[in-house]
């Protein structure tokens, strides 16, 4: 069990080297698929590349044993800033540019994650609480 918690508190960092890694480099340097809207794939995996990196801080938070509502949002800060970062170090990388619109898709990626999750806590908190009024 005690290497599933350092994996957890591991995974947000290497998964921001990924990112590191990847936009170092030309659009399609690592990945190129082929197809006519390639660029329209890689557009949409902003909102899924950076809502991952919020739940990997999530588990990171988690395998400290400090999940809570703060460190919640601390997550999801984390990410977003991360994205900032991210369209920082892409303005000097040549082929590459930071965008608004980019950082823009990063964190309605990360919202979008929040809220979901959010609801998905809230639903069984409520769950649980109508079996104590059962009981």
């Known amino acids: 069990m005690k290497f599933v ?17 990847l936009s170092s480099h030309p659009q ?10 390639d660029s329209t794939i890689k557009e949409a995996l902003h909102l899924v590349e950076f809502a991952t990196l919020y739940v990997l801080w999530l588990l990171f938070f988690y395998g400290l044993g400090k999940l809570t509502p703060a460190t919640n949002k601390l997550s ?8 900032f970062l991210d369209e920082i170090h892409q303005s000097f990388v ?34 649980k609480g109508s079996n104590n009024i059962e009981k």
């Not at 918690?5 to 890694?21: A, D, E, K, S, T």
């Not at 340097?29 to 082929?34: A, K």
């Not at 999801?76 to 994205?83: E, K």
């Open 28 to 37: 399609d340097h690592v990945i190129d698929t082929g197809l006519s809207y």
């Open 94 to 127: 040549p082929s590459r540019s930071a965008t608004l619109i980019d950082l823009i898709k990063d964190t309605i990626g990360v919202l979008v994650c929040y809220i979901i999750l959010k609801q998905i806590y809230k639903s069984q908190i409520e769950i």
């Open 76 to 83: 999801a800060f984390l990410a977003i800033a991360y994205g």
């Open 5 to 21: 918690r350092y994996f957890f508190l591991i995974l947000p960092f290497g998964y921001m080297g990924l990112i590191w890694y």
